[in-house]
């Protein structure tokens, strides 16, 4: 079984950055990080967990929201096991839990958005943006 963690958070204000960092631990004997791909949910008090960006296996194909497109990078290193998510121009709607995850399903039968396609899933670090 794959452990996810997430770090990071913390509070910033309007147009400051943050860079949370997923890491990826357990019996790596029976999985390879690079076989997952990483997305970056987040959930606000109240709301529905909300798809931010993701990037396939290879690190070559990422994905994002329009709501931090242009914003936010996403990114990932396969011999650390560990992937990022730069945020910049920070927004006080951008304040939530925010979790990675890990998603097996077979490249093209995924749009990566969908929280049921993720097998696995960090605990969450709460990014506060004050406006």
């Known amino acids: 079984q794959m452990q996810l963690v997430e770090s990071g958070g913390g509070l910033v204000q309007t147009g400051g950055s943050l860079t949370l960092a997923c890491a990826a631990s357990g019996r790596t004997s029976w999985w390879s990080f690079s076989t997952y791909a990483i997305g970056w949910f987040r959930q606000a008090p109240g709301q529905a967990r909300e798809f931010v960006a993701a990037?396939?296996?290879?690190?070559?194909?990422?994905y994002y929201s329009d709501s931090v497109k242009g914003r936010f990078t996403i990114s990932r290193d396969n011999a650390k096991n560990t992937a990022n998510l730069q945020m910049n121009s920070l927004l006080p709607e951008d304040t939530a839990t925010y979790f990675c995850?890990?998603?097996?399903?077979?490249?093209?039968?995924?749009?990566?958005?969908?929280?049921?396609?993720?097998?696995?899933w960090g605990q969450g670090t709460q990014v506060t943006v004050a406006s």
């Open positions: 995850a890990a998603n097996s399903v077979a490249v093209g039968q995924t749009d990566y958005t969908k929280p049921t396609d993720y097998t696995y």
């Open positions: 990037v396939d296996w290879s690190g070559n194909n990422v």
